[in-house]
Antibody, heavy 118, light 110 residues
Framework: QVQLVQSGAEVKKPGASVKVSCKTS????????INWVRQAPGQGLEYMGW????????GYAQKFQGRVTMTRDTSTTTAYMELRSLKSEDTGVYYC????????????WGQGTTVIVS | QSVLTQPPSASGTPGQRVTISCSGS????????VNWYQQFPGTAPKVLIY???QRPSGVPDRFSGSKSGTSASLAISGLQSEDEAGYYC???????????FGGGTKLTVL
């Protein structure tokens, strides 16, 4: 079955960078976009951006432009999200999610990766 | 400030019908499909409704979605205690060129 399995929790100091991985399986990796969504403690879902695994083309939410980079390794069907210049406000759970299409939206989600900036 | 506007909270008693609204604009809800996600504390969101009103297999038909103009709604009929969760609307925004979410609605079953 389709699965997205994310890397483990991270604790970082302010100013550092974090790179979260999202290992996919059960489908053809290059067909569907990978999206990244974060959730601060007690807050709602915040969209970060998307990546086309076939071309590497990305689209970032303005809030994260210049600070986030989304990449992939097609040989291991793994997507990555790196966030730089971390601040305490970046503390939260980061999710990757497969973007099936415009109608189905983000249909399968990873389990989430907790990032603590302190 | 979310691009899509949802009420922060909603409530109802078991058996009641509850509706959650999601307001957007012509560049998002007005021209693209709307999806609804359900999220329980400590877990990843799950698709509840896609393409305005379609339910993935396994989602009870108590959940329904609709759209009118630049707004969408999620209705839950025959409310049950296990429906207590967070609910988020989402759609693609043609101006921003990425997905956008509502701020989320916490549903309490009294």
């Amino acid at each position: 079955q389709v699965q997205l399995v994310q890397s483990g929790a991270e604790v970082k100091k302010p100013g550092a960078s974090v790179k979260v991985s999202c290992k996919t399986s059960g489908y053809t990796f290059t067909i569907y976009d990978i999206n990244w969504v974060r959730q601060a403690p007690g807050q709602g879902l915040e969209y970060m951006g998307w990546m086309n695994p076939k071309t590497g083309v990305t689209g970032y939410a303005q809030k994260f432009q210049g600070r986030v980079t989304m990449t992939r390794d097609t040989s291991t069907t793994t997507a990555y999200m790196e966030l730089r210049s971390l601040k305490s406000e970046d503390t939260g759970v980061y999710y990757c999610a497969r973007g099936y299409d415009y109608y189905h939206g983000m249909d399968v989600w990873g389990q989430g990766t907790t990032v603590i900036v302190s | 400030q979310s691009v899509l506007t949802q009420p922060p909270s909603a409530s109802g008693t078991p058996g009641q019908r509850v509706t959650i609204s999601c307001s957007g604009s012509s560049s998002n809800i007005g021209s693209n499909s709307v999806n609804w996600y359900q999220q329980f504390p400590g877990t990843a969101p799950k698709v509840l409704i896609y393409n305005y009103s379609q339910r993935p297999s396994g989602v009870p038909d108590r959940f329904s979605g609709s759209k009118s103009g630049t707004s969408a709604s999620l209705a839950i009929s025959g409310l049950q205690s296990e429906d207590e969760a967070g609910y988020y609307c989402a759609t693609w925004d043609d101006s921003l060129n990425h997905w956008v979410f509502g701020g989320g609605t916490k549903l309490t079953v009294l």
